[in-house]
């Protein structure tokens, strides 16, 4: 008898609060955890966006800044040339249908 009352006791006096405590304790954890994790999140991805815009930024820089020359004259050769047949037609007098002015 005296046994099963120490038992008793043992499990109402340390046991129960102990596992309350545990209980509490992992789910503070849990939850503390939870919001580090929301946060690294979020600066993650407003990382990501900055990264992201930077990276198009640096990408049009290129591209306007690094232009070769071989393909500068190349455009610059075609639109000389396109110019050069505009005039030429409207020296002319005729329009692309074959009408005269």
């Not at 954890?29 to 990276?55: C, G, K």
């Not at 050769?77 to 037609?89: F, N, P, V, Y």
Request: proline share 1%.
């Amino acid at each position: 008898m005296q046994d099963t009352v120490d038992l008793v006791w043992w499990i109402s006096a340390v046991e129960l609060p102990v596992m309350g405590g545990l209980f509490w304790l992992i789910a503070r954890l849990r939850r503390d955890a939870e919001s580090a994790l929301e946060t690294v999140r979020a600066r993650a991805e407003t990382a990501q966006a900055q990264v992201r815009e930077s990276l198009a930024a640096y990408k049009l820089e290129v591209a306007k800044t690094h232009v070769s020359f071989a393909m500068l004259r190349d455009v610059e050769q075609r639109l000389a040339d396109h110019l050069l047949r505009i005039e030429a037609k409207l020296g002319s007098g005729c329009f692309s249908d074959g009408r005269q002015r």
